[in-house]
């Protein structure tokens, strides 16, 4: 017990001078700080995070370059893994509480796909996670290769919305042109049996994403659809009307769709 303590605030100790002595860089943001507090750059980089979350932060291109690190780890880290489940875990909790399925081939569920199911993070890996300005050939490059990995939780519940017998509509902002390549990787990471698959036109009909995706969303009511919930990375997946039921967003900090 006494040598855990011990070991711990070494490790405090050290991670402490190692970041403080990384934050100097950033010392006039320090004192502009209102409260006066010190703070590390693991404080002020998760403040970043946490308000890209709250869609305070809105229309970054790109990480700032002094949390692309920080970001990178939580990304590929288990803190994101452990914040994704429990968006899943709250989507299966509504889902249980849905007594009123009707059952009639209406009762619907909206999934984006990169990020919700597929991962993109291999990608941004590559690319100082998300601190390069977005290069769109090399993104719908690798797309086209069919590298998104799966998301395991997305998949289970996934299935699991599938055995209740709601119908799947994925809905993303991949062209058109990505179709083959994006039913490939879907069907190998495990995807199947979805209802209707939405990608965006190739001539970018729609000014943003969030119109394209309200469209859809328009489109499906107009023929009877149920929305019960979405499932997305983005605010621009769930922002707008009409809307779903419930909505659900899983944590993203390497990227911006508006
Ligand atoms: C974007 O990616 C393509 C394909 O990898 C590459 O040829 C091009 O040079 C890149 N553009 C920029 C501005 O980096």
């Not at 006039?28 to 970043?48: A, R």
């Not at 690319?127 to 395991?152: I, R």
Request: hydrophobic share 35%.
């Amino acid at each position: 017990m006494a040598k855990c303590i011990a070991f711990f605030l070494t490790t405090m100790c050290l991670v402490s001078v190692l970041t403080a002595a990384d934050w100097n860089i950033m010392n006039q943001k320090l004192k502009s700080t209102k409260s006066g507090l010190q703070i590390t750059l693991k404080n002020y980089c998760e403040g970043w995070r946490m308000n890209v979350e709250l869609n305070n932060i809105r229309d970054f291109t790109v990480v700032p370059a002094e949390c692309t690190s920080y970001i990178g780890k939580y990304m590929s880290g288990s803190q994101f893994k452990i914040d994704s489940e429990a968006t899943i875990d709250e989507c299966t909790l509504y889902l249980n509480t849905l007594c009123d399925l009707k059952k009639d081939g209406k009762d619907s569920w909206i999934f984006d796909i990169d990020d919700t199911l597929l991962s993109t993070v291999p990608y941004y890996k590559k690319h100082n996670y998300g601190g390069e300005a977005l290069n769109v050939t090399a993104l719908e490059e690798w797309m086209s290769k069919g590298k998104g990995t799966v998301m395991d939780y997305s998949l289970g519940l996934y299935n699991y919305i599938k055995k209740r017998g709601i119908q799947i509509i994925l809905v993303s902002s991949r062209k058109e042109h990505l179709r083959d390549a994006t039913i490939d990787n879907l069907v190998d990471a495990g995807y199947y049996g979805w209802k209707s698959l939405y990608l965006r036109s190739d001539d970018n009909e729609f000014r943003t994403v969030q119109e394209y995706k309200t469209s859809v969303r328009t489109e499906l009511i107009a023929n009877g659809y149920r929305i019960l919930g979405i499932l997305g990375d983005q605010w621009s997946s769930i922002r707008g009307v009409p809307t779903a039921r419930r909505t659900f967003k899983l944590p993203n900090s390497l990227y911006y769709v508006a």
